[in-house]
């Protein structure tokens, strides 16, 4: 928790430095997007001679970022999101940076980076479980369909990574059982930005 | 498309091509049981007295005057002179193997050994004397999750050694999804918290004998003193010990009362015996002769009770011997104790031993700390929670008016309770340091 804050406070004085500079003509900027996370899981399956066995993850996810144009090619701001992991609803509160990877044409390639903390604050737990968020870390590449300065649809291809811990009621003849998470996710996303 | 860019890209996506697996990895701690054969003859040498040392795994507490008596599970007793409270000094620490327990009459402690009852003189608590010892009055027991059973014909105790090993796995990051899946753990925690023991009881609610003066045990305790008798629970029998002569205990009777008997409380002419079924009602006025006078039956859980002016406080939590799913503090009506009525359940995290100092409560959450109520209004005592300590853990609490003792896994706390509202820590002594 305390490494993750330092990460998002610092990216948050990244961001601002670089707004500084132009403090004059400030352009707002949203970008919402909806998708799914998709992964896979290994594990040993313990009702079945702990032999290894592979599963299908999906999931979905929403995020709007909010931010300002720094420059021509660099948007900065904050990304709140909520991905529905199977097990866990988490709220991912991130520092977010677009940047334009080409210049002209109708469609443009962007680079996008989240960086920030995945909090439990809606998620439900069973009686005896305890579900704590994690690291977040988000990065990837779009494309931006639509003229420039004006609306237009995006399509990201990113990479998420996920981290949560979990306080598990401890089974047969156990005292302690907790549980560490780590989600590594493609992240595919359709969204809108202005 | 120029060449930079392209790198750039590449340092994006590649992650997501060579790890797009959810990694989950669960760390259990889980205890595995050793057989031992230990010889009656040899454990009968080693009660002695020895210099203090530091507590690692203490069980019940005990308080008799200024001195405090904290088991350390199966290895003995700690004596801190607590005449201030603000910094307790151990004594001592008298070794007795298999204990759990303890009771003070005047001079004399009473504490389990396996098997057998020892009582040891404390006049000087730093040099306490072994002065009597009933042999096989304890058949079998448990000591955090690893039982033990008395061999009589070739006098030895069959016991278990109790290992944690941690183990971590890799799991499908979804278990309680499934439901059911963890629902019927836990058998054995009781056993442990049994035996970290949780304790109450109020300086007014324990019952004093004219010309004895007693020490005051907790509400997990399985002794207890009245008149001229200790009265001992284990698993499923009440024991009798004639303390008539205190340096000189007898085994007096025995009383079966069902199965998985875990406290006893008494309070005026009543015995109330907390079970994994249900609390017991004994009439007490023949001392003697303990005669079952009802059941307080509820879902399969129980754990210690302490009573005050005809209201029984009964917590029960999961993670208990007989799975229970509930977690709850309930108010029992024993003013006809032929025929305890509840009076309201309330819901609690994870209550483990409690204190009552009319009008207020202490209760013990297990990890989730210390809470504090008013029970006057008996039917709103969830509104009128005094306070609640977090960041600690606790397992037992002894209110004894000004002062209340407090243990838990990582320590004994003392508070200044002069001020139920305002209750502030006065000292504490760390699991695994001297002082």
């Not at chain 1, 709007?64 to 866990?88: C, E, H, P, S």
């Not at chain 1, 401890?170 to 996710?185: A, K």
Request: proline share 4%; hydrophobic share 40%; charged share 20%.
């Amino acid at each position: 928790m305390k490494k993750s804050t330092y990460i998002l406070f610092a990216l948050l004085l990244f961001t601002s430095a670089v707004n500084a500079q132009n403090a004059a003509r400030i352009k707002y900027v949203n970008h919402t997007e909806v998708g799914g996370l998709f992964g896979r899981v290994k594990f040993d399956n313990q009702y079945n001679g702990n032999l290894e066995q592979v599963e299908n993850r999906n999931s979905m996810t929403a995020q709007t970022f909010n931010g300002i144009q720094v420059n021509k090619r660099l948007a900065t701001g904050v990304t709140v999101g909520m991905d529905w992991y199977r097990a866990a609803l988490l709220t991912p509160i991130a520092a977010g940076l677009r940047y334009d990877l080409t210049k002209n044409g109708g469609v443009k390639l962007y680079g996008t980076v989240d960086a920030g903390y995945g909090f439990a604050w809606f998620h439900d737990d069973a009686e005896g479980f305890d579900t704590s968020g994690g690291l977040m870390l988000n990065p990837g590449v779009g494309l931006r369909f639509g003229k420039d300065g004006g609306p237009g649809f995006t399509l990201a291809f990113t990479y998420k990574r996920q981290e949560a811990e979990v306080d598990k009621p401890p089974l047969w003849g156990q005292t302690e059982r907790s549980e560490h998470r780590v989600y590594n996710r493609l992240a595919l996303r359709l969204g809108l930005s202005f | 498309m120029n060449p930079r860019l392209l790198q750039l890209l590449l340092i994006f996506l590649a992650p997501a091509f060579w790890s797009c697996n959810d990694q989950c990895k669960e760390t259990r701690v889980t205890r595995q049981f050793t057989n031992v054969t230990r010889s009656l003859m040899e454990l009968r040498t080693q009660v002695k007295s020895e210099s203090p040392r530091a507590m690692e795994k203490p069980g019940k507490m005990y308080v008799k005057g200024d001195y405090l008596f904290v088991n350390e599970v199966k290895e003995g007793i700690h004596i801190i002179d607590n005449s201030n409270p603000a910094s307790p000094k151990f004594v001592a620490f008298i070794t007795i193997p298999g204990n759990g327990d303890i009771a003070v009459r005047n001079n004399i402690l009473y504490a389990d050994s396996y098997s057998d009852l020892v009582a040891l003189d404390i006049s000087n608590p730093s040099k306490a004397v072994e002065v009597e010892r009933v042999k096989n009055v304890f058949k079998n027991g448990l000591f955090d999750g690893g039982s033990w059973n008395l061999n009589e014909s070739i006098g030895a105790i069959n016991d278990q050694n109790v290992e944690y090993v941690t183990e971590t796995v890799t799991v499908n990051c979804e278990e309680n999804v499934n439901p059911g899946s963890w629902w019927g753990g836990e058998i054995w925690a009781v056993a442990d918290r049994a035996f970290f023991g949780a304790g109450a009881a109020k300086s007014s609610a324990s019952p004093q004998s004219s010309g004895n003066s007693n020490g005051q045990a907790g509400s997990m305790s399985r002794f207890a003193l009245h008149q001229q008798f200790l009265y001992t629970v284990g698993q499923n029998e009440l024991n009798l010990f004639d303390i008539s002569n205190a340096a000189k205990p007898k085994s007096f009777t025995t009383v079966n009362i069902g199965w998985g008997i875990e406290t006893i409380f008494p309070y005026e002419n009543k015995l109330f015996i907390g079970s994994t079924t249900g609390m017991f009602i004994y009439d007490n006025s023949n001392p003697a002769e303990p005669k079952q006078l009802s059941t307080f039956q509820h879902g399969r859980a129980c754990d210690p009770v302490v009573v005050q002016d005809d209201i029984a406080y009964v917590t029960l939590r999961t993670g208990n011997a007989c799975a229970g799913a509930q977690n709850q503090l309930d108010l029992v009506d024993v003013s006809n104790p032929s025929s305890p009525q509840l009076i309201k359940s309330y819901q609690m995290e994870n209550p483990h031993g409690l204190s009552i100092d009319f009008p207020t409560l202490y209760l013990c959450e297990g990890e989730h700390g210390l809470k504090v109520f008013d029970v006057a209004d008996k039917f709103a005592v969830d509104k009128h929670q005094i306070a609640h300590f977090k960041n600690m853990d606790a397992y037992d609490v002894i209110s004894l008016g000004k002062t209340l003792l407090l243990i838990g896994k990582d320590g004994f706390y003392q508070y200044d309770a002069s001020n139920p509202k305002d209750i502030r820590m006065l000292s504490k002594i760390p699991v695994g340091k001297a002082i």
